[in-house]
């Protein structure tokens, strides 16, 4: 990890030179750590097997995302990872209210912690998508295939490779299938684990997607609404002078999109977008509703919140001018419903979670950089709990696509890699 350069500048050179020793000293100090964890011969043992058992991960994955999940409905997926997860060995299992499934492997010490590995068990694709599997030579071809049954794939195999190699953790790790990832899912089954549920989680690994050597520490936040402009609807001549909700929101959208080019020009990365809109009958009737769905986005949660102000005054200053400009009738109403809460936040990167992962990345061959990203982490990140999100290996292409496919060049290495972040997080038990 390279210091950041607005970490340093002002200082004497001597404490810069001081700053960076005592930085490299902590990430070598690291790297023997995790280096040590990985040639403990438990972990080379399992490494072998999640190279032998390659094929039995490819298949798992096959069957995993031939049953669907669409958003909010993940149920049947959800029954049938708990199954694979109980076939494998845990010491308790269940799901839990909002439908996330959760499997403890207990840990050795006597007041362990309880630490977290993640995939999510939805997709992005409606309900009625064709998600059988397409074999052509080493391309696995369906929707959601990458994002996120990879993910699911991968905590299986680690959780085999632990158990046959008889490796044993100092802290509690839950291997947990989250709901509500995806879209208008907003974050609802981890939202649920950190803010409804009792555990006490002190570490946060999800693994999305497929990238082997990137490792998510910040979170990107979003609000997203659902903006519904309501009036009376009339005939287009017959009625004219009532107040019209298309010309309403036409309105807001562009008292809005002046205000918020100016302010995301400068500053962290800020973005803004109206994604759909919909309403009307006719091309001769005043439509009584017209609604929109907008997304905004940035990396900082100052800045989100100051867009999401942008956006609120935008929409009142519009309905407030037209309301007051109609000729007849009665005034129309607007109802803006938050249905997207994604914080921003970052995880330092000399947070050993993240220097643990980094260092993992470097020993397995790998160039490790850091990055941000809209994921499951997002919510332990706001709360400053330790957390990361890291791909499962392999190389996935076109999320979020019906034409998604997978790959397997290099898949166990992704898995090797979250086994080894894994164990140097949760501390593994000394051999007898």
């Known amino acids: 990890m390279i210091p950041q350069a607005n970490k340093i500048i002002g200082l004497p050179l001597t404490l810069i030179t001081l700053f960076n020793t005592s930085l490299i000293a902590q990430e070598n100090q690291i ?39 669409p958003p909010f409905a993940e149920t049947e997926r959800a029954l049938a990872f708990l199954e694979m997860l109980n076939s494998i060995g845990v010491d308790d299992s269940y799901i839990d209210e909002v439908g996330n499934v959760i499997a403890l492997r207990k840990g050795s010490a006597v007041n362990p912690n309880t630490m977290v590995i993640s995939g999510h068990l939805d997709t992005v694709f409606p309900e009625g998508t064709n998600v059988q599997v397409q074999q052509l030579g080493d391309t696995l071809k369906a929707p959601g295939i990458a994002d996120d049954t990879r993910g699911l794939a991968v905590l299986l195999t680690i959780l085999r490779s632990m158990n046959a190699s008889n ?15 995806e879209g208008l899912g907003d974050l609802r089954g981890v939202k649920h684990l950190f803010n409804d549920s009792q555990l006490e989680i002190s570490s946060f690994i999800s693994v999305d997607g497929t990238n082997d050597n990137r490792v998510t520490h910040q979170g990107l936040g979003s609000h997203r609404y659902l903006v519904t402009f309501s009036g009376p609807g009339g005939h287009s001549w017959g009625a004219f002078g009532l107040i019209n909700p298309a010309h309403v929101m036409s309105r807001a959208v562009h008292y809005f999109e002046l205000a918020a080019d100016v302010y995301t020009r400068s500053g962290p990365k800020t973005s803004f977008n109206i994604g759909t809109v919909q309403g009307g009958t006719s091309v001769n009737s005043i439509p009584a509703n017209v609604s929109m769905l907008v997304d905004m986005r940035s990396e900082s949660q100052d800045r989100l919140i100051e867009i999401d102000s942008i956006f609120h005054r935008s929409i009142y200053r519009a309905v407030d001018e037209m309301n007051g400009n109609r000729r007849s009738g009665d005034p129309l109403v607007v109802d803006i419903e938050l249905i997207g809460d994604r914080p921003s936040g970052e995880i330092d990167s000399s947070e050993l979670l993240v220097q643990r992962a980094m260092a993992s990345t470097t020993l397995l061959g790998l160039p490790p950089y850091l990055g941000r990203s809209s994921t499951d982490s997002n919510i332990p990140i706001s709360l400053g709990i330790p957390s990361i999100t890291i791909g499962g290996g392999g190389i996935g292409v076109a999320s979020h696509s019906p034409d998604e496919y997978y790959i397997n060049q290099n898949g166990p290495r992704g898995i090797k890699r979250a086994l080894l972040i894994l164990l140097s997080q949760a501390g593994l038990v000394p051999l007898s």
């Open 31 to 69: 790297l023997d750590d995790v280096r040590q964890v990985m040639e403990d011969s438990r972990v080379v043992a399992a490494f072998e097997y999640i190279d032998a058992h390659d094929e039995e991960t490819v298949n798992t994955l096959i069957t995993l995302t031939e049953i669907p999940a």
């Open 167 to 181: 490796i044993a953790t100092d802290n509690n790790i839950l291997f947990v299938g989250t709901v509500g990832e």
